[in-house]
């Protein structure tokens, strides 16, 4: 079964605590990207790695971290700086100019 | 700093209907615009990616249009159905998104009710 797998689906976190969320894809694509979505808003970009052991922050990247040591592999860390972790995340992955998405991860923190 | 615009933010349509959704973007210099679709608590689905040198994209009963000059897309949708019940986003890359640099501005979204 190919393409893009997140997990978990739903995750739970209470206020102050780390957590990671996993992006794989075996698709053989070299970009890969993190996005939130809130209700009412659009996508907003989180980070987004071009190329292994590469990544670049995009428009709210304060309270996230990533790495990306694998490939197939690129895992976004909400840390507890983040001040609203609780929202939607999607993980994304590139060829040519087209993006696709995997199912995403809802994340609720109390 | 690129924008998108979505309008309406929700559509509501009888079955069959056959209906436009919008998007405008506010910088011109655009090289592509791609059309997701999203059905509720799931992840994007790419429906159409049009490049800057097309006018049209066609796939089935969708069809996607650009007016670069005019800074808009339009998605038109034929004989809707109450599967297509979705939200619709547009996206596109800034102007300054090109090589090892390139990311997707998004829309906010359509979302269409197709009634049986």
């Known amino acids: 079964d190919g393409g893009i797998t997140q997990s978990p689906k739903y995750l739970f976190r209470k206020e102050g605590q780390n957590v990671t969320l996993s992006c794989e894809q075996n698709l053989n694509h070299d970009a890969m990207y993190w996005y939130r979505q809130d209700p009412g808003q659009g996508l907003r970009l989180i980070y987004y790695?071009?190329?292994?052991?590469?990544?670049q922050k995009g428009d709210i990247a304060e309270g996230y971290s990533v790495s990306r040591e694998k490939k197939e592999s690129f895992p976004l860390t909400v840390t507890s700086a983040q001040k609203n972790p609780t929202a939607f995340y999607l993980c994304?992955?590139?060829?040519?100019?087209?993006?696709?998405f995997g199912p995403g991860t809802r994340l609720t923190v109390t | 700093k690129q924008e998108v615009t979505q309008i309406p933010a929700a559509l509501s349509v009888p079955e069959g209907e056959n209906l436009v959704l919008n998007c405008s973007f506010t910088?011109?210099?655009?090289?592509?615009l791609q059309w997701f679709r999203q059905d509720p608590g799931k992840g994007l689905t790419s429906l159409l990616l049009i490049q800057s040198s097309q006018r049209e994209q066609t796939s089935g009963r969708l069809n996607a249009s650009l007016d670069k000059s005019s800074g808009r897309s339009t998605l038109y949708i034929a004989a809707s159905q109450p599967g297509d019940s979705a939200t619709y986003l547009c996206a596109v890359p800034p102007s300054d998104s090109g090589g090892s640099n390139y990311k997707l501005t998004f829309g906010k979204g359509t979302l269409l009710t197709v009634n049986p």
């Open positions: 910088d011109s210099a655009i090289y592509n």
């Open positions: 994304a992955t590139r060829t040519g100019y087209e993006q696709y």
């Open positions: 790695s071009q190329i292994v052991n590469d990544f």
